[in-house]
């Protein structure tokens, strides 16, 4: 039976997160109580801020505030926003951010000087006019890290980055929120903002769709416990990677192995027909950057290719 979880004090992480010296506490309001605007609200309150309001109707929002920030009142959105007098910050999913923002502003709830902040990688600050025609102090703050919803994803915080779009008059004030997280600041144009979250997007939700498709091929050959297998060769491909940039690759399509592919792709499409597709696609991708790379001469690409062209006509087909 596992432990039951404990109600997160913002005191028991004082000592690590603590504000930068010199500089008042903030009244910050939280709106969307889920795993990054729950975890943010506990973290801001760990760094000596007061946040005094957050929203949350559902069951799992009601959960997190009550573990997270457990002396913090829960309000309608609106009221949130007004009572967050220095701060408010919108963690709300991408495609609701515009429509919440548009609401606070025509019913009066945001005010001039008010920092409003949300917390969403794809957008910028352009998302926020009708916050910045009220007067408020427009932020984009992304941290970049996944999320839980736990007190576990408190310990994750420090160090982490987070891209960071800001007014050049708020970029003092947007580096000291972001050095209270524990965290460092990336500065990231409006025009750039999709760019950049599509590459936080590929590399960290398309790497759990990979793994995840890694271990259903094993359990496909047998391997009842293919995390056992995985971890080791996939925490060091990672390091790799990060460390070696392209020339972390090994594997039969950087060796131009047009063999090895070629049974592989006939496996795939007898026993798991979804995988071929993506397969081919890293496999092609792969075979580019090798022969880039000069891991790949050319011409002993040109056997490998012709696999992956041939099986793509047939997908095609």
């Known amino acids: 039976m596992s432990a039951p979880l404990r109600t997160y004090s913002p005191a028991r992480r004082r000592s690590a997160t603590v504000p930068i010296a010199n500089h008042a506490a903030l009244t910050v309001g939280v709106i969307g109580a ?4 729950a975890t943010l609200g506990a973290a801001l ?7 005094v309001a957050t929203t949350g109707s559902s069951g799992a929002s009601r959960a997190r505030v009550a573990l997270l920030l457990p002396t913090v ?3 309608r959105a609106v009221e949130v926003a007004r009572a967050a007098t220095d701060l408010l910050l919108i963690a709300v999913p991408d495609d609701a951010l515009a429509g919440v923002v548009a609401d606070l502003a025509a019913e009066g709830a945001l005010r001039p000087g008010q920092v409003v902040a949300h ?3 794809a957008h910028g600050l352009g998302v926020l006019a009708p916050a910045a025609a009220a007067g408020a102090r427009p932020l984009a703050l992304h941290p970049a890290m996944t999320f839980t919803g736990s007190p576990d994803d408190l310990s994750r915080l420090p160090g982490i980055s987070y891209g960071v779009t800001a007014p050049t008059d708020l970029r003092p004030l947007a580096a000291r929120l972001v050095a ?3 965290g460092v600041p990336e500065w990231i144009g409006e025009s750039d903002r999709p760019l950049y979250h599509a590459a936080l997007a590929h590399g960290a939700n398309h790497l759990v769709t990979l793994v995840n498709e890694a271990a259903d091929r094993l359990r496909d050959a047998g391997v009842t416990q293919p995390e056992k297998v995985l971890a080791p060769l996939l925490r060091a491909a990672l390091e790799n990677a990060l460390r070696l940039g392209d ?3 090994t594997g039969p399509v950087a060796r131009g192995d047009a063999g090895t592919v070629a049974r592989h792709l006939t496996q795939l499409a007898t026993i798991a027909p979804e995988s071929v597709e993506a397969y081919l696609a890293l496999a092609r991708r792969t075979a580019d950057r090798a022969v880039s790379a000069g891991r790949l001469r050319p011409a002993e690409a040109e056997p490998l290719l012709g696999v992956l062209d041939r099986e793509q006509s047939r997908v095609a087909a």
Do not use: E, I, P
């Open 34 to 37: 889920g795993r990054v605007g």
């Open 45 to 51: 309150a760990a760094a000596g801020h007061q946040v």
């Open 73 to 75: 009142s829960r309000r």
């Open 119 to 121: 917390t969403s990688g």
């Open 180 to 182: 209270d997280l524990g």
């Open 247 to 249: 020339d972390a690759l």
